[in-house]
């Protein structure tokens, strides 16, 4: 049966895989209510688990080294108590290998190397360029697929990375460049990212660690 995550635990979560988030956009990011959100975030910030900076009219939460440790501590328990750590690391095995094809796709997507330029930015100019990368990241779209069912059904939590990543793709392939690459819409780098911060972050690894 697919667990569902309690709410502080999710509400840290959200903070983690987002990195920085206003309260609103933590919310969302599991479809929580934003009052419940913000009570849970006001209390993990009296824990010193959270900080809020605000600069340049803009604001956001963000995890503390003690929140991080907390926020590791939980998931851990989480995981043992369905007994999924070897189901959830076989996984992450199988992802490592598109996590590699998905870093090369965005590379490629933002540079278009010369005679004279190995690091010449992509204007985009170039359709069998741009159509190569695109059919890449949809044989990712499809690999993922099967990976995010397994994942989901372990944790309701894991749900929806691969709905949005197709979501994604799909505006990508429609002329929207922005949906590629940008960390400023739900884009597949962005939902890559996510799901990347949310595997070590359930295992305990360290990104910088990896193979």
């Not at 190995?118 to 949809?138: K, M, Q």
């Amino acid at each position: 049966m697919t667990r569902d995550s309690p709410l502080d635990l999710l509400v840290l979560h959200a903070v983690r895989i987002t990195g920085f988030a206003d309260t609103p956009a933590v919310a969302h990011r599991y479809g929580l209510d934003a009052a419940e959100t913000k009570e849970v975030l006001l209390d993990a910030e009296a824990r010193g688990w959270v900080g809020h900076t605000a600069f340049a009219g803009t604001g956001g939460w963000s995890l503390t080294e003690a929140g991080r440790a907390e926020n590791e501590r939980r998931l851990a328990a989480e995981l043992a108590g369905i007994g999924g750590a070897d189901e959830v690391r076989d996984l992450y095995r199988e992802f490592l290998p598109l996590n590699a094809l998905l870093q090369r796709a965005c590379t490629d997507w933002q540079l278009r190397p010369t005679a004279g330029d190995r690091l010449a930015v992509n204007d985009h100019s170039d359709p069998a360029w741009d159509a190569r990368i695109l059919h890449e990241l949809t044989g990712i779209d499809r690999a993922l697929m099967p990976l995010a069912d397994r994942l989901g059904s372990l944790l309701t939590r894991f749900r929806g990375y691969d709905t949005r990543f197709t979501a994604a793709l799909a505006r990508a392939r429609a002329g929207e460049g922005a949906w590629v690459d940008r960390t400023d819409v739900d884009s597949c780098h962005r939902v890559w990212f996510e799901l990347h911060e949310d595997l070590i972050a359930t295992l305990g690894l360290d990104r910088h660690a990896e193979p």
